[in-house]
């Protein structure tokens, strides 16, 4: 009876992991089709460039928040960004 009531739990508890692995990739590909990503890679893991990694990011989305305050969509926001880019770089 036990060992019934044991087997029973895990594979509850594995149907249980399967549904919320599967609703957290739902919401993943929901969010990619809304979201743009900005990834600012350093140019090694040490400190300073660690640290200058994190101070450019901040000074990009500085630039960038008051810029992207009045797109609707993803469409705008990468036409606010393309056509800003090279003060961006």
């Known amino acids: 009876?036990?060992?019934k009531t044991v087997s029973i739990?895990?594979?509850s508890?594995?149907?249980i992991l399967i549904l919320y692995i599967f609703?957290?990739?739902s919401i993943q590909h929901s969010l990619a089709n809304k979201v743009l990503r900005?990834?600012?890679l350093a140019n090694s893991n040490?400190?300073?460039?660690q640290t200058l990694k994190l101070k450019v990011r901040d000074k990009v989305i500085e630039?960038?928040?008051p810029k992207l305050g009045n797109s609707h969509n993803l469409a705008e926001t990468k036409e606010i960004i393309s056509n800003n880019i090279d003060n961006i770089k």
Do not use: K, P
């Open 38 to 40: 900005l990834h600012i």
């Open 46 to 49: 040490s400190n300073f460039d």
């Open 9 to 11: 739990s895990i594979l």
């Open 63 to 65: 630039f960038l928040t």
């Open 1 to 3: 009876m036990l060992r």
């Open 13 to 15: 508890l594995i149907l």
């Open 23 to 25: 609703n957290s990739i």
